[in-house]
């Protein structure tokens, strides 16, 4: 505030611009820091759903029905009853949730070896296959 002949004025220009300047430039700042966590935060939600309670699910699927799911039947098997004997299901509370950035989660089956699995996020690309998928 600029006294003048013994008045209070109110701010110049200047000075308003000088602070809405400045108070923009530390909120960037802070949006530029923070940017790079949520991607993170992501990436760990991934790897917990995955080896967490997907993999728990699969293996209490496996010791009820003697099996891991077909990859025909995936994940979906899980959450809803097919007649299979023994399924003693839904092994997921709140059902089968998408990845961290809304897509399925990826279920294999090693064709080799029926009792080995692999879960994947296509991560924050949406493509399999590429250096950001997230594994178990």
Excluded: H
């Excluded at 699910?57 to 994940?75: C, H, K, M, N, S």
């Excluded at 399925?104 to 991560?123: F, H, N, W």
Aim: charged share 25%.
């Amino acid at each position: 505030m600029v006294a003048v002949s013994g008045e209070w004025r109110g701010f110049t220009l200047i000075e308003m611009l000088l602070v809405i300047m400045i108070i923009g430039i530390l909120a960037g700042a802070v949006v530029v820091g923070l940017s790079g966590r949520s991607q993170d935060a992501r990436v760990t939600r991934a790897k917990a759903d995955i080896s967490g309670s997907l993999s728990l699910a699969l293996d209490l699927f496996d010791q009820d029905i003697g099996r891991y799911p077909t990859v025909e039947e995936g994940l979906k098997v899980l959450v809803e009853d097919r007649n299979i004997a023994g399924w003693k299901g839904p092994y997921l509370k709140g059902g089968l949730k998408a990845d961290p950035w809304g897509r399925q989660y990826s279920y294999e089956v090693d064709p080799t070896y029926a009792r080995q699995y692999v879960l994947k996020s296509a991560g924050p690309d949406g493509q399999l296959g590429t250096e950001d998928d997230v594994l178990q």
